[in-house]
């Protein structure tokens, strides 16, 4: 199961000096440089050692390692994964703490190679096309300097400037070295403001993959569920589905609050044809005349096929308030846990 809050800042410190900390790895003797005001688990990583993490985000608690001697400082103090509890029991999340002397951390495990399934890695990227979807809704495509590896359903880390790191998912499937991610402009947000302040030929940096949401082989039917730019993960789900030809049943479920702003709708609709057995239900919270489908949320749309559907894997994105309440209603109808993949964001 995967929870990924991404509506919260995460600050990166600027540092100008070329100071340097050594962290050693208790479990295996290595150990590497991390220079001041950078991510423990980014210098690790980049240093060839892998250590435990999902989000990169400060959500999971994934990478939490124990602190045996040094001290740190948390990059993003309101990180959800920190605990009061962290602090007597000298825990710390890597991904979002820095060094402030040379350290010893026990973590979990360490590896030289990555999971298979999470070959983050560092890349410069040019934004080479904006599209508008909707109202204050976009599709960004990203040119890459190599040709990016990730699953379906997975997320970058856009470094949109200074101290400005936002997630988004991309939409598209792997193989190349385009990456494109739909987003919703939100005023007033400086994460939002970055993005949709980019014009074609901005650079920047951004890392991939993170993220557990990604399609679990088996027999299962499969339910995606998708609210706004929630589209974005669930559209490149739908998308592997489709270029596979899986024989698996699958339910798509997509709400949004007006028609305009259900982008890729046609889309998925064609997706769907195309899949040997796919059922596709969308919900509006303020239809126009002529929708055929549900006037509602996207729980309404779901609820009525879920007696037969419990014993699916379910894969869900959108903003919080609409993920917690399919939630609640997997929940509500016994869904196992461990069939549930979602991604939360707004």
């Known amino acids: ?199 074609p030929g901005r650079r920047l940096a951004l890392e991939l993959p993170y993220g557990d949401m990604w399609l679990r082989p088996g027999t299962r039917p499969v339910v995606l569920i998708a609210g706004g730019t929630g589209i974005s993960p669930i559209l490149a789900l739908a998308r592997q589905l489709a270029a596979t030809g899986d024989p698996r049943p699958v339910h798509l479920c997509y709400g949004a609050n007006t028609r305009a702003e259900l982008v890729c709708w046609e889309e998925l609709t064609a997706l769907a044809a195309s899949l040997p057995d796919a059922t596709l239900h969308g919900a509006l919270v303020r239809p126009e005349p002529g929708w055929t489908h549900t006037t509602g949320f996207v729980t309404e749309a779901l609820e009525p096929h879920l007696g037969r559907l419990v014993d699916s894997d379910f894969y869900l994105a959108g903003p919080p308030l609409m993920a917690d309440a399919v939630l609640a209603l997997l929940r509500a109808h016994g869904v196992q846990l461990d069939r549930i993949h979602f991604d939360r964001f707004g």
């Not at 990166?12 to 590497?32: H, K, L, P």
């Not at 026990?106 to 999470?118: C, G, I, N, T, V």
């Not at 109202?135 to 300097?145: E, N, Y």
């Not at 005023?187 to 949709?196: C, I, N, Q, T, V």
């Open 1 to 199: 199961m995967t929870s990924t809050m991404r509506s919260s800042p995460v600050p990166v410190s600027s540092a100008t000096t070329a100071r340097t900390y050594r962290v050693a790895v208790a479990t295996t003797g290595e150990s590497f440089e991390v220079r001041e005001g950078e991510p423990i688990l980014a210098a690790a990583r980049r240093a060839g050692i892998w250590l435990p993490f999902e989000c990169g985000w400060g959500s999971c608690g994934t990478c939490k390692v124990t602190l045996l001697d040094g001290e740190v400082d948390l990059l993003f103090p309101d990180a959800p994964a920190v605990q009061t509890r962290d602090a007597r029991r000298r825990r710390t999340i890597t991904c979002q703490a820095t060094a402030r002397s040379d350290l010893t951390i026990k973590p979990l495990w360490a590896s030289d190679r990555p999971r298979e399934e999470l070959p983050t890695a560092d890349h410069r990227a040019e934004l080479v096309e904006v599209e508008e979807l909707g109202p204050g809704i976009r599709r960004f495509g990203f040119r890459l300097d190599a040709p990016a590896t990730y699953r379906p359903g997975q997320y970058a880390i856009l470094q949109l400037g200074p101290g400005l790191r936002r997630c988004y998912s991309m939409a598209n499937l792997p193989g190349s070295s385009l990456v494109e991610f739909i987003a919703k402009r939100y005023p007033g947000r400086p994460g939002s403001e970055g993005l949709f302040a980019c014009e």
